[in-house]
């Protein structure tokens, strides 16, 4: 665990665990819709906020998922996490978890600088 590892799902974790993982900088991908549909549970989101552990959102595959549009994985969790931390986890988490610079979206930032990885 570490700064360079990846948690995908990150459905089964404890209060330790989230501790654990926000110490050691690993992240968590999450894909809310492959986990519905495979009903495994849902990821405790406000767990890892509350430990400040850095999320993303991914589309897992269409084996388990309707399509590969990370988009629809923050609307589908819309009304079940902060929004704040869903625009967060669907930018700036991309890029985090994926070991690139994170650019800077600030209000009026035009959308065509804004890029979904």
């Known amino acids: 665990m570490g700064p360079t590892t990846l948690l995908v799902h990150g459905v089964q974790v404890d209060e330790e665990e989230a501790g654990l993982l926000a110490e050691t900088g690993t992240k968590v991908v999450l894909c809310p819709r492959s986990n519905a549909n495979l009903e495994v549970g849902e990821a405790p989101i406000a767990l890892y ?20 549009d990370v988009r ?46």
Do not use: C, M
């Open 49 to 68: 906020a509350k430990h400040g552990v850095e999320l993303a959102l991914g589309t897992d595959s269409k084996a388990s998922s309707p399509n590969l």
């Open 72 to 117: 629809q994985e923050a609307l589908f969790l819309w009304e079940k996490a902060d929004p704040r931390l869903l625009v967060r986890a669907l930018t700036r988490g991309g890029y985090k978890a994926l070991g690139l610079p994170t650019p800077r979206l600030t209000r009026g930032t035009p959308l065509s600088l804004v890029h979904f990885l």
